[in-house]
């Protein structure tokens, strides 16, 4: 059915439904699809497309990829326990993603080479896939396996500077307007806000920090009016 869901455009106005397409590896050749309501969530569709390759195919020995919508305990351990494989993306947050991150801070992972292919342009460098095996296994006991993807890396590099750039300007701005005799940042609090705001604005909070200093000057001022003398 044609029916309101959520629209990964961001489009509420818009009725879609949800196509369940599947591609062979050599050429990604269509080999099945299904079509199902389009307020039907992605996770619970790939119990019924494995079951459905497992009939085309005549067996459970196949490699079936897909993406994080995957990884969920139910449609793991149902291919699991018909003996099947796949592989899937971990979400950001689970255990093991949290784990593998803290335990990297002081360790080196032995990364191996799994793949190369020349740059997208002639002068780029070649693009690299490191895999490191995570120690431990997930929770549900399946093998963890860590990409490194070199074309990855250099596009987060850009962006990470590109957010610590936006973000000394952002503090730089709040400066000013603490510089400035007509500003309303007039406590402490209040500019400790105007940057912890503009920082999370920028996106740059990891990577930027700031301080707020206190620093007195006194000024005088005659106490009645006229000429100031020897006496006032």
Known sequence: MITQGHNKDFRPDLKQLLWVLTVAADGAVPIAYRVADGNTPDDV????TWDQLRALVGTARFLYVADSKLCSKEAMGH???QGGRFVTVMPHGRRADTWFRDWAQTHAPAWEEAGRSSGTRRDDPDRIW???????PSEDGYRVIWVHSSAKAARDGASRAA?????????EAVAARLGSPKTRLKTRVAA???????????????WVGFTVAESSQETYRQ???GRPG???
Request: proline content about 5%.
């Open 79 to 81: 291919i699991q326990r």
């Open 192 to 206: 400790e806000d105007a940057a912890t705001a503009a920082l999370a604005q920028a996106g740059a909070t990891r």
């Open 230 to 232: 020897t006496s006032t």
């Open 163 to 171: 957010r610590i750039e936006a973000g000394l300007a952002a503090v």
């Open 45 to 48: 569709t790939h119990i019924p």
């Open 223 to 225: 106490e009645n009016r």
């Open 130 to 136: 490191r895999t490191f095996e995570a120690p431990a």
